[in-house]
């Protein structure tokens, strides 16, 4: 059965899988812009918006402000390493964006919400992203990142997680799914949970209140992943790791709501790297499509989509690489 709350994969499908996947030192650029969402309802692309950018391979930071129409540009950035791009502007709630690359062509959309105008400290980036680095502002040096118990990212997780509901013209539940917050009032998941839904909802584990969907921001169908929009809620937003970096072995950790069976969290490591897919021991069920799958130190480096449900163990998730490509593509 193809897609109901999870991909069920096809033999046929299984056949692609066993295909076959430099860095440079070149320098490009890091570009974007800034979006405030108002209290009414309307957008605005505002100037003056503070943009901090920290290297996540090299002791750098960089500091910039929006122009007019909210955009932003930093020049001469190593492509060769990652970045994070946090964003704060009186008024409004901070955010910030991990996993970014400098290059060309690039444009990334930061999204505001309203709030009160504070900035993110080194500390809340320190527990929020996992990257260490001095608070002397003159002493920007790139530390360790850190490991993390199992407790300590199922703790770390679960507040940044939600169950995904669907429903049909009728009003009738169609499916049922996990996503996670990447930015504020953002949610990424996979396409097949919210496709042809007439109405989506969503509640963070274990809370009681469900917010509804008010947009479909971005969608990657052919690598069923999904970018939506929810008002009235506030979830931190998971860091992103870079996929590129991993290996056969390591350790993982999956949050989602197999059967509906809210903030489950299971262990595993990396079985295989698939063409497009990452194999995974970690168990997954219906109800799992859309969850983050963690690294140790808690970043994610995947989104849980399908399972062989004639094989043992067959389970399968999308690079994160294709999430942070589809974030910077948003509308």
């Known amino acids: ?97 991990t996993n970014v690359k400098a290059g060309r062509g690039v444009d990334y959309e930061l999204r505001l919400s309203p709030g009160d105008g504070s900035r993110y400290s080194l500390q809340d980036l320190r527990t929020m992203v996992g990257v260490e680095r001095s608070s002397a502002r003159g002493d920007r040096s790139e530390s360790a990142v850190r490991t993390l118990t199992a407790r300590q990212i199922a703790q770390r997780s679960f507040p940044s997680v939600v169950l995904i509901v669907t429903e049909d013209a009728q009003g009738k539940r169609s499916s049922l799914g996990s996503g996670f917050f990447v930015q504020q009032g953002v949610l990424a998941t996979n396409y097949h949970v919210i496709k042809d839904a007439s109405r989506i909802y969503a509640k963070i584990v274990g809370a009681s209140t469900i917010y509804d969907v008010t947009e479909v921001i971005a969608t990657d169908k052919n690598r069923d992943l999904a970018l939506v929009a929810i008002e009235g809620i506030r979830g931190q937003p998971l860091p992103l ?37 990452i194999q995974i021991t970690a168990p997954i069920s219906h109800g799992s499509s859309g969850g983050p799958v963690l690294n140790d130190r808690g970043q994610v480096i995947g989104i849980a989509v399908g399972l062989f449900e004639n094989g043992q163990n067959l389970n399968f998730a999308i690079p994160v690489s294709y999430l942070s490509s589809l974030m910077s593509q948003q509308p």
Request: proline share 3%; aromatic share 8%; hydrophobic share 40%.
């Open 1 to 97: 059965m193809l897609y109901k709350y999870i991909t069920t994969f096809s033999s046929a499908l299984l056949l692609s899988l066993l295909i076959g996947v430099s860095a440079s030192a070149q320098r490009g650029e890091l570009r974007g812009n800034v979006v405030l969402k108002k209290a009414d309802g309307t957008s605005v692309k505002p100037a003056g918006a503070l943009i901090e950018v920290y290297g996540t391979d090299r002791a750098a930071v960089y500091e910039g402000k929006t122009s007019k129409g909210g955009k932003f540009l930093f020049q001469n950035m190593p492509e060769d390493g990652g970045y994070i791009i946090v964003v704060s502007l009186s008024g409004a709630q901070p955010i910030f964006l």
């Open 241 to 277: 790791s870079d996929s590129s970096g991993i290996a056969v072995g390591d350790s993982l950790y999956v949050v989602g709501n197999p059967e509906g069976l809210e903030g489950t969290f299971s262990t595993g490591i990396i079985s295989a790297i698939r063409e497009g897919y």
